[in-house]
């Protein structure tokens, strides 16, 4: 399994949830296991939200992003795109427990595309 950094907003009970409906960005490695946990700079915007948590993940090394539906806007997914991050699809909220355990499992598929349906509009 190749190492990747996968991006994850979590919110007060370490379930993964969209953007904008967390307060914890956690930046996981997946070959070390090891994660940091910042505050998810999406709280105190009024617009732009995914956007900004989008490019913090980055600036922190993350090239996938852990996806339930309506994670991302029509502006921010086309910018992930833009940017060639990958996403972790997932059918909804599911804890980051579960998340690491299905990843190392290997039930976590990494896909370079989101169903549209999945994408909010902006």
Do not use: W
């Amino acid at each position: 399994m190749r190492s990747m950094i996968i991006a994850l907003v979590l919110d007060h009970d370490e379930n993964i949830v969209p953007i904008i409906d967390g307060t914890i960005v956690r930046i996981y490695d997946t070959e070390s296991g090891k994660y940091q946990d910042y505050p998810n700079p999406a709280l105190h915007l009024k617009e732009g939200r995914r956007g900004a948590v989008l490019r913090f993940a980055q600036e922190k090394g993350a090239a996938v992003f852990a996806s339930p539906p309506k994670t991302f806007c029509e502006l921010s997914y086309a910018k992930a795109q833009e940017n060639h991050i990958q996403f972790c699809q997932l059918d909804g909220p599911i804890t980051f427990t579960t998340f690491q355990e299905l990843f190392n499992n290997g039930k976590i598929l990494i896909k370079d595309h989101l169903p549209a349906q999945e994408i909010v509009p902006s």
